[in-house]
């Protein structure tokens, strides 16, 4: 099991270029790739996408990639009719100017915008890819090792939790057991107080009966006994598990909550509130799983 939270690094050189990929992965409900990468790579963009969606199924990934040069593959390139506009622009200018030094230094003019340019040689992208790929690649091995690791930190989480839950699970089975003998000493009592007549022993049980059932949460604690042996389960594949344990979140939720809406103690809430504090850490670190 693999979290969606990372960050990888890779770098490699080759062919006088050196390229640094950065990764760094967020949760996602879906896969959500943001690539910023150098103009000179932009062809390559598709091929790059193909590549993280092959490796990783969900998540926000943003990437980073840095192109650097080597010294001798940058060259100057002057506009000399630019120059020249500049120069006569600024001569006319000081022909209208008295008293002003109409000399102009070439430094100047090569400072203003455009008369001078930095271009690169143009670029083989085919000969680079190989050094783009092996970068990518390191960087997508160190995000795949976080990715990992967080995820057996969640797993060893969600056991925790789990058994937490298995223990509240099992009082709560305790507690209402004992209800129906419980709520038929509780009617007795309030009849009792009511009416004078001594109240029928069979229609107080029938009475009872149907309030008993009414508080019954045997189906509900077996489906939710099942639901913890799924989620269980499922941490043990070897595959992306998000979504499973997601749905069987939702599940236990609704299960708990059916629970809750049953319980005519105190003692069977209190126990209802504590199941859906546990449950509550297992959807937020549900929300990380890829």
């Given amino acids: 099991m693999n979290s969606m939270t990372g960050f990888g690094r890779g770098e490699a050189s080759g062919g006088g270029v050196t390229v640094t990929v950065e990764l760094k992965s967020v949760n996602n409900r879906f896969r959500d790739l943001q690539l910023r990468c150098p103009r000179e790579y932009a062809a390559m963009e598709p091929r790059i996408t193909n590549i993280l969606k092959a490796r990783f199924s969900r998540g926000r990934i943003d990437v ?59 670029v083989d992208v085919t000969s680079e890819w190989s050094v783009v790929e092996a970068a990518l690649n390191a960087a997508m091995d160190h995000l795949a090792d976080m990715r990992q690791r967080e995820g057996e930190a969640l797993c060893r989480a969600f056991r925790e939790q789990l058994d937490e839950l298995d223990d509240l699970n099992q009082r709560v089975e305790a507690e209402s057991g004992e209800v129906a003998s419980r709520m038929r000493l509780r009617l007795m009592d309030r009849l009792n107080k009511l009416v004078s007549d001594r109240v029928d022993p069979d229609r107080l049980a029938q ?41 069987l979140a939702q599940e236990m939720n609704r299960e708990i909550n059916t629970i809750g809406s049953k319980a005519a103690e105190h003692a069977v ?20 799983v890829e």
Avoid: W
Avoid at 224 to 238: G, K, N, V
């Fill in 64 to 122: 980073t990639m840095r192109r650097v040069c080597r010294e001798g593959r940058h060259g100057i390139m002057a506009d000399v009719g630019l120059a020249r506009a500049y120069h006569r622009t600024l001569m006319d200018l000081a022909e209208q100017l008295p008293n002003v030094d109409a000399r102009i230094p070439i430094s100047y003019i090569a400072g203003l915008p455009g008369v001078l340019t930095s271009v690169e040689e143009e």
């Fill in 207 to 247: 009475e009872a009966a149907i309030l008993a059932d009414k508080a019954d949460v045997a189906e509900e604690l077996t489906r939710l006994s099942s639901h913890f042996s799924q989620f269980r389960r499922a941490l043990e594949l070897d595959e992306p598990v998000g979504r499973k344990l997601d749905f």
């Fill in 269 to 288: 809430s209190s126990l209802v509130v504590e199941m859906k504090t546990a449950l509550e850490r297992i959807r937020e670190q549900v929300a990380n």
